[in-house]
Antibody, heavy 120, light 106 residues
Framework: EVQLVQSGAEVKKPGESLRISCQGSGYTFTKYWIVWVRQKAGKGLEWMGVMYPGDSDIRITPSFQGQVTISADKSINTAYLQWSSLKASDTALYYC?????????????WGQGTTVIVSS | AIQMTQSPSSLSASVGDRVTITCRASQGIGDELGWYQHKPGKAPRLLIYATSTLQSGVPLRFSGSGSGTDFTLTISSLQPEDVATYYCLQDYNYPQTFGQGTKVEI
């Protein structure tokens, strides 16, 4: 079964660091981009950025550049979304999804989502 | 970045109604558009990619059309399980961009 499994919910304080993960299985991890999507409470989906584990190509939308780091460890089929200093405004639900290397087929498999709460 | 303008932001319809949601891109994107269904507490689900190709397992009452800058998602006969928020997403280039979403209620 093709799936993306995300790490569990996190509760952090402002200024703390955090890394959440997204592990793929059932497919060739290096042939699909991994996309990260944010949803704040009561708001729509926001496309944050993408990484191609095959060659570590990374694209991050301007509003998130400098705010998050995207990476992957292809030896364990896992992608990461990381913050060095969390803000309360990072409180949200984060999804990962896969996109075929040639861009065809949309975001066809999604992780279950990781809730991040940042509160003092 | 390409802007995606989706309308309406919400709608209420009856079971069996035909429902149409539109998405307009700020520049031409060919046919590189997908539609997603998102229910509370669940991950988004791909319904349609490449404007009109139905993802495997998606009911035939869902269809997509359009090209260039104007796109449409149609639910031919609304069912109770279709209550959700629907998003378009352009696949043309990075950064990809979602529409603002359309909340469909019955």
């Amino acid at each position: 079964e093709v799936q993306l499994v995300q790490s569990g919910a996190e509760v952090k304080k402002p200024g703390e660091s955090l890394r959440i993960s997204c592990q793929g299985s059932g497919y060739t991890f290096t042939k699909y981009w991994i996309v990260w999507v944010r949803q704040k409470a009561g708001k729509g989906l926001e496309w944050m950025g993408v990484m191609y584990p095959g060659d570590s190509d990374i694209r991050i939308t301007p509003s998130f550049q400098g705010q998050v780091t995207i990476s992957a460890d292809k030896s364990i089929n896992t992608a990461y979304l990381q913050w060095s200093s969390l803000k309360a405004s990072d409180t949200a639900l984060y999804y990962c999804a896969r996109r075929h290397e040639d861009g065809a087929g949309g975001l066809d498999v999604w992780g279950q989502g990781t809730t991040v709460i940042v509160s003092s | 970045a390409i802007q995606m303008t989706q309308s309406p932001s919400s709608l209420s319809a009856s079971v069996g109604d035909r429902v149409t949601i539109t998405c307009r891109a700020s520049q031409g994107i060919g046919d590189e558009l997908g539609w997603y269904q998102h229910k509370p507490g669940k991950a988004p689900r791909l319904l349609i990619y490449a404007t009109s190709t139905l993802q495997s397992g998606v009911p035939l009452r869902f269809s997509g059309s359009g090209s260039g800058t104007d796109f449409t998602l149609t639910i031919s006969s609304l069912q109770p399980e279709d209550v959700a928020t629907y998003y378009c997403l352009q696949d043309y280039n990075y950064p990809q961009t979602f529409g603002q979403g359309t909340k469909v209620e019955i």
